[in-house]
């Protein structure tokens, strides 16, 4: 993380008049990582990859490749356009050692598909795999994305805690990734609504990834489908703000999105890019937020969460109520409450609050110490401290950052 000032004045190098006052940037040594599922399928041509890049990719989990050969290709367009991929063809079963060898120093991977969401029963099976893969490249990720609390004990094999322990425990993970899709419309419902057991997936894997020293990926739903007794509509901008911001403010260091692409043979399905390669009207919503989130990346990028709290009448399973941190007097919100997170970076300390609601504004009224400033979209801290009781008006789903120098 740097500091970079800019002082808006005049062109040609013009000395500055003493009254302006230089405003501060905050800036980051690498983007921040986001991830496509189900990302440019095989034989296309570099310009797709170039427009997965430019909606703000980095990392593609890449899927329905056929072979070894197919997959250089792609993955040599891939470094053109600077992305990088998680490989998974058949021969990393079929031929694992010879396969990961080929493919280990290309510098477009990153790592291996493992298992998606494992349940008790594949326990063996996904840890030898692992295993495996690390033996012959210690270097890349062996990519595994657990279930979440919310689904049936049933189907996981065992309780959610124990499930969360013993995945984590047993697997030689090297990042901590979970599947939640949180706005839906339940069958026979005519409103959508947010999954009332989200936030207490994400308490439990942010706690069990700052537990075990490895980065969170969390994922976000940026495709339109129906799954067994419910719909997830097509993600409006605050659907994607409220997922984005809230997955941030837990900590999570890398963003994927399911899906980019509209998958092979689905029906009722609406992706970021359709089948034919077209953009459908998800994609500049996607770009947007993934703008966003790439400006801010001097904060995000190696934050750490210090705290999490909530506020509102009724708070989310598994959270707990605001405890108003220093140096924060005030901080009050209306409507269904907001996400309160404490992050660090570096000599920086950030206090994050998100909108709760994905279809209502939420006034925020804050004061602190004059020494904490609102940090804007372009990572520009603001002129004026918080000495002076201020209101905010957050959009749905959206969020407003506070920051301070710390000794």
Known sequence: MSIACSSGGKEGGD??????????QIKGNREFPILAWIGVPPNVDVSAYNTMKDAGFSYDLMT???????????????????????????????????????????????????YDEPRMGA???????????????????????????????????????????????ELPLQMLSF?????????????????RNWYESLEAFSAKSKELNIP?????????????????????????????????????????????????????????????????IIYDRLRQVNKEVVNLSGIFVGAKKLDVWHTGTQLPLGTKALVLPEPFEVLQTTGDGAVVSLLENGKRRYLMVVNRSFTQSMSLTVKAKDNVKEVDK??????????VQKQYTVEPGDMRLFSWETP
């Open 15 to 24: 000395p500055i008049e003493p009254e302006e006052v230089k405003k501060v």
């Open 64 to 114: 329905f490749f056929g072979n070894a050969d197919q997959l250089q290709v792609a993955l040599d367009k891939m470094q053109g356009a600077g992305i990088k991929g998680i490989i998974n063809i058949p021969e990393l079963e079929t031929d694992m050692e010879a396969t990961i060898n080929r493919f280990k120093h290309h510098p477009a991977v990153i790592g291996y598909t493992v």
């Open 123 to 169: 326990l063996q099976q996904v840890k030898e795999k692992m295993q495996r893969i690390q033996s012959y490249d210690p270097n890349r990720i062996s990519y595994v994305n657990l279930l979440a609390s919310g689904v049936a004990e049933s189907y996981l094999g065992a309780p959610f805690t124990e499930y969360l322990e013993t995945m984590t425990t």
């Open 179 to 195: 599947s939640y899709y949180p706005i839906m419309l339940m069958d026979g419902k005519s409103e959508l609504e947010l999954d």
């Open 216 to 280: 969170l990926w969390t994922l976000n739903l940026s495709s339109s489908h129906h799954h067994i007794d419910r719909t997830f509509p097509v993600p409006t901008l605050p659907h994607l703000r409220l997922q984005v911001y809230s997955n941030l403010a837990y900590g999570s260091q890398v963003l994927q999105y399911y899906t980019y692409w509209t998958p092979r043979d689905a029906t009722g399905y609406q992706a970021p890019i359709k089948a034919d390669g077209t953009k459908s």
């Open 378 to 387: 372009e990572a520009y801290l603001s002129t004026d401290g918080l000495g």
